[in-house]
């Protein structure tokens, strides 16, 4: 069982940047694929990145080049640095953690946290 706790969501104004952090509970973090997500208004939830337990990452398109995913296994906790937000960056994030590959499917992931949220302003 794993349980992961989301923080860092906010206000902020387009350009500016966030630091997304997820903590995990569980002995076997280092296992695990941990992956962010988001769900804007009104919207389906869509993959934004993941890292596997070697570091391995992979994104979106649409974030690309502005937001940075790693992890610090030592403190079983998965970051998502975001820069240069945009008011379409508006969602809900949440963190979920699997035993799949960083290209597995959203359903894929076993567990979830209850998401942080992310307003940017035009």
């Known amino acids: 069982q794993v349980q992961l706790v989301e923080s860092g969501g906010g206000l902020v104004q387009a350009g500016d940047s966030l630091r997304l952090s997820c903590a995990a509970s569980?002995?076997?973090?280092?296992?695990?694929?941990l992956g962010w997500f988001r769900q804007a208004p009104g919207k389906e939830r869509e993959f934004v990145a993941a890292?596997?337990?070697?570091?391995?990452?992979r994104y979106a398109d649409s974030v690309k080049a502005r937001f940075t995913i790693s992890r610090d296994n030592a403190e079983n906790t998965v970051y998502l640095q975001m820069n240069s937000l945009k008011p379409e960056d508006t969602a809900v994030y949440y963190c979920?953690?699997?035993?799949?590959?960083?290209?597995?499917?959203?359903?894929?992931?076993?567990?979830w946290g209850q998401g942080t949220q992310v307003t940017v302003s035009s």
């Open positions: 979920a953690a699997g035993v799949v590959g960083v290209l597995a499917p959203m359903n894929s992931y076993d567990y």
């Open positions: 569980g002995r076997t973090f280092s296992t695990y694929t």
């Open positions: 890292i596997t337990g070697v570091s391995i990452a």
